[in-house]
C-alpha cells in the first residue's frame, strides 16, 4: 500500500472555481500545507472563457501565464509560484479516478491516495460529443471539441496546417458563435450548423438572434440552421473531409469543431450524494448532503435565491462566486459565525469579432426588444427586457458601456413593476439608466 497524503482541504478540479476558492481561502487564512489542489490539467488555474476567444487569434494570442485566474475579473494573477509561496500544494496532471466520500478519500489513476477534513467538488463539465450519439464517423482526425487548455492547442495547431481551408462548426450555442467567429478571423471559409430556427435559442429571442445571424453573415459565414449532422466523410488518412447532414447536403470539411453541450462532471459520486436536476445539490453555502463536502461551479444545483428555486449555472461569474462563498462558508463554521446565504443574480456574457453582450436576471415570461439591431449599423446598441408577472426580471444589452451594463444589472436586481410594455419598448435602454 502507498502512503495517504493527508490534507485538511481538497478542492477537486483545478479550473475557474478553484483558483478563486484557493484565492479566498488565503484572504480568510490559511497555514501551509492545509490547502491542495487537484487537477487533471497541467496547468494552474486560469479563466477558461479565453479559450474560446483571445487564445485563438491569429495574430497577439493570449498565453499563459497571461491568463491565469483571478485577472478574468480585475483581480491579482495566481502564478503557479504563488501557491508555492502561500503553502498551497497544487497537483497537476493527477485525474482522481475514485472517490469515496464518507470518508474522504480520493484515489487517482496513478494510484495515490488522499485524504481531507473538507473537500470542495469543483470538477466542472465535459463537452458532449457526437460520439456519444454513435454519429457515423464521429471519431474522424480534425473534429475538434474545446473544453480544456490541450483541447484549444490541437485547434490551433490545426488552424496552421489546414491554412485558408474550409470549417464547419456543430452547434450554434456559446461555443458555435465564438470559434466560428474566432475561425473566420483566422480566414477559413466558416459553415456553422444547428437544429433550431435560430441561433442561441436557450437565450436569444428572434430579434436578437437575427441580428447575430446577419451580423455573422455579413462576415462571410454560412449559416444552416433546421438540420443536425448525421455523419462524416474522412479521407485514407482518416481525416475529415465532409460533413453529412440530416437533410441530405454534405458540407465540405478540413476541420469540424463541435460545440453541442456540456454535462456536469458528477459520474465518481453517484449514489454517494444528493443530486437535483442533473447537479449535486446544495445549499445556499454550498454543501452537499455530506458532511463537510461542499460542490461549487458548475457541478452544483443550488438555491437561487432571487427566484425561489434550484438551478445550476455553468457560466465563469457563477464558479468564481460560488467558490468564494463555499470557502467562506466552512471558515465560517470553523469559527462558529454565520454569513449570509448566496443570493445570486445570474450573469452571462460573450464576445465575438467586434460584438460584446451581457445578460443580467432570467429570461422568462414576456420579451420587449429596444433598439438599434441593424447589422450594418457602425455601433449597434440595442437588447431584450423579460417581464413576468409584470415585473422586469432580465436584460440583455448589446454593446453597452460599463455603466449602461451596471443599470441594466441594478434593475433586474431591483425588478420593478411594468405597467406598459409599450411604454417599456419606447424607453428602452433608458428605463435601465434612469434608474
Ligand atoms: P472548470 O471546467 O473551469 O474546471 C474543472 C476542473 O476540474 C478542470 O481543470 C478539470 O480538468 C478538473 N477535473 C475534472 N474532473 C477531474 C478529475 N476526476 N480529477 C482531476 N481533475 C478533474 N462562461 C462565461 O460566463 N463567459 C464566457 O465567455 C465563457 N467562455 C467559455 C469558453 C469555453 C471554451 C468554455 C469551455 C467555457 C466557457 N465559459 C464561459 C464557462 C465557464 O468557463 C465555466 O462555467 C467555468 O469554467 C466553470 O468553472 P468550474 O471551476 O466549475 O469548472
Ligand atoms: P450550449 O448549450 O451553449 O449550446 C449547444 C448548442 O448545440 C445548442 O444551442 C444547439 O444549437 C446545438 N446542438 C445540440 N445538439 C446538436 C446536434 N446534434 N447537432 C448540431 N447542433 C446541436 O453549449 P456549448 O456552446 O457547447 O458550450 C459548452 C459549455 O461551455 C456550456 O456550459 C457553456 O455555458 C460554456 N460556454 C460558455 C460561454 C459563455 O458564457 N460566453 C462560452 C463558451 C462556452
Known amino acids: ?77 495566481l502564478l503557479p509560484g504563488w501557491y508555492k509561496e502561500k503553502g498551497i500544494q497544487l497537483i497537476l496532471s493527477t485525474e482522481i479516478v475514485k472517490v469515496n466520500l464518507g470518508s474522504k478519500t480520493l484515489i487517482s489513476a496513478g494510484g495515490e491516495t488522499f485524504k481531507c477534513q473538507t473537500l470542495i467538488i469543483a470538477t466542472g463539465s465535459t463537452v458532449i460529443r457526437l460520439t456519444d450519439f454513435k454519429v457515423e464517423g464521429a471519431d474522424a482526425k480534425n473534429i475538434f471539441y474545446l473544453r480544456e487548455i490541450d483541447d484549444a492547442d490541437k485547434l490551433v495547431e490545426s ?44 437565450l436569444f429571442t428572434p430579434p436578437l438572434a437575427a441580428f447575430y445571424e446577419s451580423y455573422y453573415a455579413n462576415k462571410g459565414i454560412k449559416i444552416v440552421k433546421g438540420t443536425v449532422a448525421v455523419g462524416f466523410n474522412s479521407n485514407e488518412n482518416g481525416e475529415v473531409t465532409g460533413v453529412k447532414l440530416k437533410d441530405g447536403r454534405v458540407l465540405e470539411a478540413d476541420i469540424v469543431v463541435v460545440g453541442v453541450g456540456a454535462r456536469p462532471l458528477t459520474a465518481l459520486f453517484k449514489g454517494q450524494v444528493e443530486e437535483e ?28 435565491k432571487l427566484y425561489n428555486d434550484m438551478r445550476r449555472v455553468e457560466h465563469v461569474d457563477h464558479a468564481r462566486k460560488s467558490a468564494e462563498q463555499a470557502v467562506k462558508a466552512i471558515k ?49 446598441k440595442f437588447g431584450s427586457f423579460w417581464i413576468k408577472n409584470g415585473k422586469l426580471v432580465g436584460a440583455f444589452l448589446e454593446g453597452g458601456s460599463p455603466e449602461e451594463n451596471k443599470a441594466i444589472a441594478k434593475v433586474c436586481r431591483l425588478q420593478p413593476t411594468v405597467d406598459n410594455l409599450d411604454q417599456l419598448k419606447k424607453e428602452g435602454l433608458s428605463f435601465a439608466t434612469k434608474m
Open 1 to 77: 500500500l502507498g502512503t495517504v497524503k493527508y490534507f485538511k482541504y481538497i478542492i477537486l478540479g483545478g479550473g475557474v472555481a478553484a483558483g478563486y476558492a484557493a484565492r479566498e481561502f488565503e484572504r480568510q487564512g490559511l497555514k501551509p500545507a492545509e490547502l491542495a489542489i487537484i487537477s487533471k490539467e497541467a496547468v494552474a488555474p486560469y479563466e477558461r472563457p479565453a479559450l474560446s476567444k483571445a487564445y485563438l487569434n491569429p495574430k497577439g494570442a493570449a498565453r499563459l501565464p497571461d491568463f491565469h485566474v483571478c485577472v478574468g475579473s480585475g483581480g491579482e494573477r
Open 159 to 202: 488552424i496552421k496546417t489546414k491554412k485558408n481551408g474550409k470549417a464547419v462548426i456543430i452547434g450554434g450555442g456559446y461555443i458555435g458563435l465564438e470559434v466560428g467567429a474566432a475561425m473566420k478571423i483566422n480566414n477559413l471559409d466558416v459553415s456553422m450548423v444547428y437544429p433550431e430556427p435560430w441561433c442561441m435559442p436557450r
Open 277 to 304: 436536476k442533473g447537479g449535486i445539490k446544495t445549499d445556499g453555502f454550498f454543501k452537499t448532503s455530506i458532511p463537510s463536502v461542499y460542490a461549487v461551479g458548475d457541478v452544483a444545483t443550488f438555491p437561487m
Open 332 to 380: 465560517a463554521s470553523e469559527t462558529g459565525k454565520k454569513i449570509a446565504e448566496y443570493d445570486y443574480l445570474p450573469y452571462f456574457y460573450s464576445r465575438s469579432f467586434d460584438l460584446s453582450w451581457q445578460f443580467y436576471g432570467d429570461n422568462v415570461g414576456e420579451h420587449v426588444f429596444f433598439g438599434d439591431n441593424n447589422p450594418l449599423s457602425p455601433k449597434p
